[in-house]
Nanobody
């Protein structure tokens, strides 16, 4: 599975951005698609995930109610709609895919990161 993330940028506090992650390769075998982020000096953390087949979604508490993960099966693309952005959302965002197991850890494939910067 190859993953290509895009859509990052600079936005003011309270603004919105939509990240995209286009998947190619053995996408039929992907089980979960997820988004993670890593802020400077911090560990990478789970943001959201979606079950590729059922559409069930999972979120970190810090983004619940503000971020929405969705998928377009026909385009093999996963989206992360981010609203009400805060400066603490500033990070490099990564998309990832996994073949088995739960939604929050143990991802097998990673895309390149896309920078999201929220100015105060």
């Amino acid at each position: 599975v190859q993953l290509q993330a895009s859509g990052g940028g600079l936005v003011q506090t309270g603004g919105s951005l939509r990240l995209s992650c286009a998947a190619s390769g053995r996408t039929f075998s992907s089980y979960f698609m997820g988004w993670f982020r890593q802020a400077p000096g911090k560990e990478r953390e789970f943001v959201a995930a979606i079950n590729w087949r059922s559409g069930s979604t999972f979120y970190a508490d810090s983004v619940k109610g503000r971020f929405t993960i969705s998928r377009d099966n026909a385009k093999n693309t996963v989206y992360l709609q981010m609203s009400s952005l805060k400066p603490e959302d500033t990070a490099v965002y990564y998309c990832a895919a996994k073949l088995t197991g739960g939604p929050r850890t143990g991802y097998d494939y990673w895309g390149q990161g896309t920078q999201v910067t929220v100015s105060s």
